[in-house]
Structures are given as C-alpha cells and as structure tokens.
C-alpha cells in the first residue's frame, strides 16, 4: 500500500509467493488476455469478495509488480502523480504511485476508486483508452506507458450513492469483471484454505454466511463476506468457541443493531 510523501520500491511491490485464489467464472483468463492486450480492467462486486485477492494472484501469475493504491475522499491527483518536495535547499520531484507503475511496467491497482474525487480519476482518461498516456502538467510532460503497465479499478457498485458513483466517461473505458461471493463449495475450500480448519467447520460457515446474506433486505445494508467467515473460522481454529468467534468476526462487525446482531447469532447457534 502506498503512503503519499514516501519513495515508492518497486521491488517490495513483487508477490514472492503465490497467493492462494479460488477461480469462480473464468476470470482468470480474461485477465491474462485483457493484461496481454494492454486493457484496463474494473473489478465490480460485494466488499469482501475476493477483488484485491484476485489482483494479488494476476500479478504473481503474470510476473509484474503490483502497486495498490487505496483511494479516499482526501487523495488528489498529485498523490497519484507526484509533486515537488524540499530536500535541504533544492526542490526535488518525486514520482507518485501512478507515474512508477507507468514507467516501470506494473499493475496499478486503484482499490475503491469511487472514494476518490472526481477531478482525481479524471486523470485515468488518457491511461484508459488507445493512447496510454500520463500528463504531468507541473513538469509539461506526457509520459507513455511502458508495455506492461496495467491499470485496475474497483468498486462496491450496490453501496455507492448517486453522488459517488462512476462517471459513464470513466466506466465505459474499462472491461468489467462482475464479482460476487463464490459458489459454497467454493467458498468452502476458501475458507478451509485461510482459515486453516477442517472442511466440516468452514462448511459450516459458509452456510451461516448464506442464511446472513439472505438478511441483506430485511434490515441488513451489507452481506457477510468471505474475508469475515475466514475470521471467524481463524478465530475458531484458535481455540474461540464458535458462538463467540461468529460474533465477534460476523454479526458485529456487519451491523449495529442490536436485534440484528441478536438475529445472526441465533442462526449461528443453530448452524453450530
């Protein structure tokens, strides 16, 4: 994850080791072809999913540094570009985020993207489609991407507000991935797999997760997601009863509503 203000190593930005990844409706194929036709791609789906799991995974398959970038209401475009800071008494440039992954061949990853402002994103336009540039105005240079560069969006389309939304400009430059919780087999072998616990107990969670995430309209704003039952079952590995570990991991983390919270954890009881 980048910090404005702070020279960015690409080589700490290589996945040494494979991430695990439990592939859902061919996306890992249209990746790989999007990365080798210079295409960028927008990862749409639930928060918790799997999005940032997946980019970790294309860049190990694919050998290039990955640079994530988690955008916020407060991220300008010379966090992403780069500005001029004082050394001593010289004035030294240095590049941002998006510059480094421009120049060097990289995978950019702009997590949440819709967080940040609008006048932040336009900035991928001329990134986004056949010209694959990167205007630096404060230095009036046009810089083209080397041939590696890959750039990635995200974002939660069911929680964004009308105001927070993508523009049509922005969302039209982009092959979509459409995200969503996995199959509970699958699901299943994920949980298994990170949480470390046997194939009974992350069955078990799975299915608590689908009886959550059937709350969502009736009273729920968020389904549980994948990373939420992985804690759980982390929690349960380590020893937590599993009331508890639902609890803490699952009912209250998704909800302040005390009735809420009292309903999932009847479900767990009845799960467990």
């Not at 080791?17 to 990746?31: D, K, M, S």
């Not at 810089?143 to 049509?168: T, W």
């Not at 430059?173 to 616990?197: L, N, Q, S, W």
Request: neutral net charge.
């Amino acid at each position: 994850m980048t910090q404005p203000g702070r020279e960015l190593d690409l080589q700490s930005c290589r996945i040494e080791r494979e991430p695990f990844y439990a592939e859902v409706r061919g996306e890992i194929g249209l990746f790989t072809i999007a990365a080798k036709s210079k295409m960028p791609v927008m990862l749409k789906g639930p928060t918790g999913c799997g999005k940032t799991r997946f980019v970790q995974h294309m860049a190990y398959k694919l050998g290039r540094p990955l640079i994530t970038v988690a955008c916020h209401e407060d991220l300008t475009a010379s966090d992403l570009v780069g500005r001029y800071l004082l050394k001593g008494q010289d004035t030294v440039w240095m590049d941002g985020p998006l510059t480094l992954g421009v120049k060097h061949g990289a995978i950019v990853y702009l997590d949440e993207v819709v967080e940040a402002r609008k006048d932040t994103t336009v900035i991928i336009h001329p990134l986004s489609d056949d010209r694959r540039v990167l205007p630096i105005e404060k230095k009036g240079q046009l810089i083209e991407a080397a041939d590696e560069f890959m750039l990635v969006i995200s974002y939660n389309p069911g929680y964004q507000s009308v105001l927070k939304d993508l523009k049509q400009s922005t969302k039209q430059r982009f092959m979509a991935i459409e995200f969503d919780y996995p199959a509970p087999d699958i699901e299943a072998t994920v949980v298994a797999k990170e949480a470390g616990v046997t194939a009974e107990i992350a069955g078990r969670l799975v299915k608590l997760g689908g009886k959550v995430r059937n709350l969502k309209h009736h009273g729920l704003e968020e389904g549980v997601s994948t990373r939420l039952l992985i804690y759980a079952g982390t929690l349960i590995k380590q020893g937590v009863p599993a009331d508890r570990a639902c609890d803490v991991a699952i009912a209250r983390p998704i909800t302040d509503d005390p009735d809420m919270q009292r309903s999932i954890l009847e479900l767990a009881k009845a799960v467990f």
